[in-house]
């Protein structure tokens, strides 16, 4: 804050009574923003704190080890409300060793293995498309043998929930993609 508005506070001598109430009331405000901005870094920076803990390995190793996470969970953790976490998170970005990665991102929900561990939908997301990037061009993967594939891998997952993550990484059926090649 001005220090010449402060001094106008306190040397009342020469100033009116409306003087000093407006710039009083003026400062209250500034006071309180300022508040409220310390208190939203404080915010972000806890929740980067807590989503770093959970995401440790998927900031080590890469996509395929991002973990379910909901926005509940931080919420709990950090006793706040659900709408405060979505609020925070809402158009923040984080430099991570992944990229520049939308804080939204790293809230995902999963699919349980075989051994009881959740998987997170962006996880398999990215199995899917390493599995089609591997694929034998003149012989692509339809979405029930990637089914089976990732089956053998201990996820269940149906054939129509491959087909649509398959067609949110915008990768076309196995028809498409052996007709590209023929």
């Known amino acids: 804050l001005n220090r010449e508005y402060r001094q106008l506070i306190l040397d009342s001598a020469d100033v009116s009574t409306d003087t000093r109430s407006y710039v009083r009331e003026k400062c209250r405000s500034a006071l309180e923003l300022l508040r409220s901005i310390e208190q939203r870094q404080q915010t972000i920076y806890r929740v ?88 034998n061009p003149k012989r692509p993967h339809s979405d029930q043998a990637i089914t089976e594939m990732l089956e053998s891998d201990g996820i269940k997952i149906t054939r129509r929930t491959v087909a649509k993550y398959r067609d949110q990484l915008k990768i076309p059926g196995s028809r498409e993609r052996r007709q590209r090649f023929d």
């Not at 699919?111 to 998987?119: P, R």
Request: hydrophobic share 35%; with cysteine; aromatic share 6%.
């Open 48 to 135: 980067c704190m807590s989503i770093t803990r959970r995401q440790r390995e998927f900031l080590e190793k890469g996509w395929l080890y991002l973990k379910p996470l909901l926005i509940k969970e931080i919420a709990e953790e950090l006793d706040v409300h659900p709408s405060t976490i979505s609020r925070t998170v809402s158009n923040k970005y984080a430099h991570t060793p992944q990229g520049v990665i939308e804080l939204r991102r790293f809230f995902t929900v999963g699919i349980d293995n075989d051994e009881g561990d959740s998987i997170s939908a962006v996880s398999i997301k990215e199995k899917i498309r390493k599995m089609i990037e591997g694929e």
